[in-house]
């Protein structure tokens, strides 16, 4: 290995999936390794993440980052000039360290997201590994079971459907290659009977279709029938993945599904999604409840953790103390991993960490406002996570991820295990009462 300490580290302000500024770093080792990631950015955020840093104002609506990038370049990037970049949790605390607020908002989570990622790819390419086996080392083996978006919703599709999205898993796919086939021919499929229905307006943030339906089970109908039209046994050999992102339209226990016109207590919210599991060929379902109704996940959790995958994305935040205190009361079973919504490293990991240890199940997951960073993809088999959700089927920040994984896939060879269904998250059945 080359000498792998921190020579220098340069911010820039690229674009993102939705034509807004981002932050780049590239972190240069005194060996020539080079590191270079982008900070994704999320649309329908939970209120507990870290802050993704905007200048507000005029500028590009109020996205432009030059304060974030200017963090980098002015104060993140002397104060680690020398540190060793294959130490990241050394790295990291200096980053959280120089911060000093709890939320990232001083110098932002997208400033100091994009230097941990790209030190972790200085320190993976002075070894001359890829960054997965760099993070994982022999044992990362386990390729994960992707969630891809066929519809779009919520807050990222003008709020035309009040779910955010509509997915599939293929858990009887026997490698991610062939999940990916599959994914195409639903794909596909749903987008010529929903050109056919009228029912099709173009794509959504990720790359799903951006549907017209009456109802949102419409839309859960609509999904079947693209399943079994496609050639596939829905539930067995393809299943239905949803984020309600719940966060979107509930406040207070109070749930207002503009689409289907009704307004639901936390209460009547479980008792539908729970009928939606008896009656659809659901596998996994994120954010049934808004962000602080962990009463209601609980609920949720007892009346259909055992059949199905509950995850919680706005609920948990990517943080190990959030996801430790569901696990107490046993809400959910399953977390979302998303590095910008804690802002290091490290931290990411110990949430991802955390659920494992509660025995959740863990998705690593991109955000609606992407790039062709591709670290995501790494940090899922690096991290023995299971599990990837990256958006859609269509749109190069959404394939990159999808297409890296291939070739991930591919240098492993023989050592790769595809996880297939093996990783869907589920609870222990509920006591009698
Ligand atoms: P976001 O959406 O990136 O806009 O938060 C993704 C998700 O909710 O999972
Ligand atoms: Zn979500």
């Given at each position: 290995?080359?000498?792998?300490?921190?020579?220098f580290?340069?911010?820039?302000?690229?674009?993102d999936?939705?034509?807004?500024?981002?932050?780049?770093?590239?972190?240069?080792?005194?060996?020539?390794?080079?590191?270079r990631?982008?900070?994704?950015?999320?649309?329908s955020?939970?209120?507990?993440?870290?802050?993704?840093?905007?200048?507000?104002?005029?500028?590009?609506?109020?996205?432009?980052?030059?304060?974030?990038?200017?963090?980098?370049?002015?104060i993140?990037?002397?104060?680690?000039?020398g540190?060793?970049?294959?130490?990241?949790?050394?790295?990291d605390?200096?980053?959280?360290?120089?911060?000093?607020?709890?939320?990232?908002?001083?110098?932002?989570?997208?400033?100091?997201?994009?230097?941990?990622?790209?030190?972790?790819?200085?320190?993976?390419?002075?070894?001359a590994?890829?960054?997965?086996?760099?993070?994982?080392?022999?044992?990362?083996?386990?390729?994960?079971?992707?969630?891809?978006?066929?519809?779009?919703?919520?807050?990222?599709?003008?709020?035309?459907?009040?779910?955010?999205?509509?997915?599939?898993?293929?858990?009887?796919?026997?490698?991610?290659?062939?999940?990916?086939?599959?994914?195409?021919?639903?794909?596909?499929?749903?987008?010529?009977?929903?050109?056919?229905?009228?029912?099709?307006?173009?794509?959504?943030?990720?790359?799903?279709?951006?549907?017209?339906?009456?109802?949102?089970?419409?839309?859960?109908?609509?999904?079947?029938?693209?399943?079994?039209?496609?050639?596939?046994?829905?539930?067995?050999q393809?299943?239905?993945?949803?984020?309600?992102?719940?966060?979107?339209?509930?406040?207070?226990?109070?749930?207002?599904?503009?689409?289907?016109?009704?307004?639901?207590?936390?209460?009547?919210?479980?008792?539908?999604?729970?009928?939606?599991?008896?009656?659809?060929?659901?596998?996994?379902?994120?954010?049934?409840?808004?962000?602080?109704?962990?009463?209601?996940?609980?609920?949720?959790?007892?009346?259909?953790?055992d059949?199905?995958?509950?995850?919680?994305d706005?609920?948990?935040?990517?943080?190990?103390?959030?996801?430790?205190?569901?696990?107490?009361?046993?809400?959910?079973?399953?977390?979302?991993?998303?590095?910008?919504?804690?802002?290091?490293?490290?931290?990411?990991l110990?949430?991802?960490?955390?659920?494992?240890?509660?025995?959740?199940?863990?998705?690593?997951?991109?955000?609606?406002?992407?790039?062709?960073?591709?670290?995501?993809?790494?940090?899922?088999?690096?991290?023995?996570?299971?599990?990837?959700?990256?958006?859609s089927?269509?749109?190069?920040?959404?394939?990159?991820?999808?297409n890296?994984?291939?070739?991930?896939?591919?240098?492993?060879?023989?050592?790769?295990?595809?996880?297939?269904?093996?990783?869907?998250?589920?609870?222990?059945?509920?006591?009698?009462?």
């Amino acid at each position: 290995m080359t000498d792998t300490r921190i020579a220098f580290v340069h911010a820039r302000r690229v674009w993102d999936s939705r034509g807004r500024p981002t932050v780049e770093a590239d972190v240069l080792l005194e060996g020539g390794a080079v590191g270079r990631a982008i900070a994704p950015a999320g649309a329908s955020t939970g209120s507990h993440e870290a802050i993704d840093l905007r200048d507000g104002g005029e500028a590009f609506g109020g996205y432009d980052v030059t304060r974030a990038v200017r963090n980098v370049n002015e104060i993140v990037g002397r104060a680690v000039v020398g540190m060793d970049a294959t130490d990241q949790e050394a790295l990291d605390e200096r980053l959280i360290e120089l911060d000093g607020t709890r939320n990232k908002s001083k110098l932002g989570a997208n400033a100091l997201l994009s230097v941990s990622m790209a030190a972790a790819h200085a320190a993976a390419a002075a070894s001359a590994q890829p960054l997965f086996s760099y993070l994982g080392g022999s044992g990362a083996t386990l390729i994960p079971l992707p969630q891809i978006q066929i519809f779009g919703g919520g807050a990222h599709a003008g709020r035309r459907v009040d779910i955010q999205d509509f997915m599939i898993m293929c858990p009887a796919a026997t490698s991610f290659a062939q999940a990916l086939d599959w994914t195409a021919e639903v794909y596909r499929t749903a987008g010529k009977l929903m050109a056919e229905a009228g029912q099709l307006a173009g794509v959504a943030d990720e790359g799903g279709w951006w549907p017209m339906f009456a109802t949102n089970e419409q839309a859960l109908d609509m999904l079947v029938r693209a399943i079994e039209r496609a050639g596939f046994r829905p539930g067995e050999q393809v299943g239905i993945a949803l984020d309600i992102a719940a966060s979107e339209f509930g406040r207070n226990g109070v749930y207002k599904l503009a689409l289907d016109g009704t307004e639901l207590s936390t209460g009547q919210m479980v008792e539908m999604l729970a009928g939606w599991v008896s009656r659809y060929p659901i596998l996994s379902i994120e954010d049934p409840v808004a962000e602080d109704d962990l009463p209601g996940l609980v609920a949720f959790t007892q009346a259909v953790g055992d059949k199905v995958q509950i995850v919680g994305d706005d609920l948990f935040v990517t943080d190990a103390d959030r996801v430790r205190d569901a696990a107490e009361q046993r809400g959910g079973n399953c977390a979302l991993i998303k590095p910008n919504q804690r802002g290091t490293l490290t931290e990411t990991l110990d949430a991802c960490r955390a659920a494992a240890e509660s025995g959740y199940a863990r998705i690593v997951s991109a955000r609606s406002g992407e790039t062709e960073d591709i670290t995501i993809a790494h940090l899922s088999v690096g991290w023995n996570a299971g599990q990837l959700k990256v958006g859609s089927f269509s749109r190069s920040e959404r394939m990159a991820k999808w297409n890296e994984m291939l070739r991930i896939e591919e240098v492993l060879g023989g050592k790769a295990r595809f996880a297939g269904g093996s990783v869907l998250g589920r609870s222990a059945p509920a006591a009698k009462a």
